[in-house]
C-alpha cells in the first residue's frame, strides 16, 4: 500500500457470491454489511523486485542552483491589504501599497539566518522535506510583534515547478507573526531530493456486489420485469407512431400532376 496506488470501482452487475474461487478474488463487505468481490491487479499480488538505487547525483548542490536568485529581482506578491516582498538571502518585508506607493510604515518579517543543510547527517533524519520535497531557509529578527513581543520570523520554502519562472506562491501565517512563504521556481528540478515523483495511473479494483442465491433468483426476476415492462413502452410507442403517420397519410391531398 505504500509503494501502489489503487483506483477502486464499484460496479451495479453482481454476481452469484461463492462461484469466482480465483486467487485474485477477495471478499469484503461494506458497513451495511453488504458483500462484495473485488478482484485485484496483478501487481497486487506480486512481489515486486526491490526498486534500484538512483545513480549519484553530482550536478550542483542546492545552494548552487538557487543562488542566482540573489542578483534577480524580488519577489512581490499581494494578499488582502498586504504586499510581501522576497529578496532571495537578504529579507522579507511586509507593506501597504495605494496607486503603486507604498502607504504606512514597512514592516520586516525577517533576515536572513540560515538554510536547510543538506548534507548534514542531523538534517537527513528531517523526513518533511525528503517526503514534501521542498528546500527551506530561515529568516529571523524581524520587526517586533505586538501581540506576541518577539520579533517576527519567517520560513521561506522553494519548491519546483517546471515551464514557470520564479514566483511567490503563498504567504500563510500559522502563528501570530511567524509566517511560511511559500517559493515556486524551476531552478530546483534538477536535484532528485527535489524533483516531483513521477506520476503513476492507479491501478483498478473492480468489486461487484456478492448476492447469495436467492438474492441472485430475486435481482434476475427484477431484471426480467423491468425488461417486459421496457418492451411493452416500447411498442405502445410504436403503436402510437404508426396510428398518427396513418393519420397523416390520409389528411395529405393528392399531388397534381406536372
Not at 485474485?24 to 512481489?47: G, I, M
Not at 510604515?105 to 540560515?114: A, C, E, P, T, V
Request: glycine share 6%; aromatic share 8%; charged share 25%.
Amino acid at each position: 500500500l505504500s509503494e501502489l496506488k489503487y483506483g477502486l470501482e464499484i460496479s451495479a452487475e453482481p454476481v452469484l457470491a461463492g462461484q469466482r474461487q480465483a486467487g485474485d478474488v477477495v471478499t469484503v463487505a461494506s458497513k451495511f454489511k453488504q458483500l462484495y468481490e473485488c478482484r485485484l491487479p496483478p501487481a497486487a499480488l506480486r512481489r515486486e523486485p526491490a526498486p534500484e538505487e538512483p545513480p549519484p547525483y553530482n550536478g550542483s548542490g542546492v545552494t548552487e542552483l538557487l543562488r542566482p536568485m540573489a542578483a534577480a529581482p524580488c519577489l512581490v506578491k499581494t494578499k488582502d491589504w498586504w504586499t510581501y516582498e522576497f529578496c532571495y538571502g537578504k529579507h522579507i518585508q511586509q507593506y501597504h501599497l495605494e496607486e503603486s506607493e507604498i502607504k504606512g510604515d514597512i514592516l520586516f518579517l525577517g533576515y536572513y539566518h540560515s538554510a536547510f543543510n543538506w548534507d548534514d547527517e542531523t538534517a537527513k533524519a528531517s523526513k518533511q522535506h525528503r517526503l514534501k520535497r521542498y528546500h527551506s531557509q530561515s529568516y529571523v529578527n524581524g520587526s517586533r510583534c505586538d501581540l506576541t513581543g518577539r520579533a517576527r520570523e519567517a520560513e521561506v520554502r522553494f519548491l519546483c515547478e517546471e515551464g514557470a519562472g520564479d514566483y511567490l506562491a503563498r504567504v500563510d501565517e500559522p502563528q501570530s507573526c511567524s509566517y511560511v512563504l511559500t517559493v515556486h521556481t524551476p531552478r530546483l528540478c534538477l536535484h532528485p531530493f527535489l524533483r516531483p515523483p513521477a506520476s503513476a495511473a492507479p491501478q483498478p479494483i473492480l468489486c461487484q456486489p456478492a448476492l447469495s442465491p436467492a438474492q441472485y433468483v430475486q435481482y434476475v426476476r427484477a431484471q426480467v420485469s423491468d425488461t417486459k415492462r421496457k418492451v411493452e413502452e416500447i411498442s405502445e410507442e410504436l403503436r402510437t407512431l404508426d396510428s398518427r403517420l396513418g393519420s397523416e397519410r390520409d389528411t395529405e391531398s393528392p399531388r397534381q400532376p406536372p
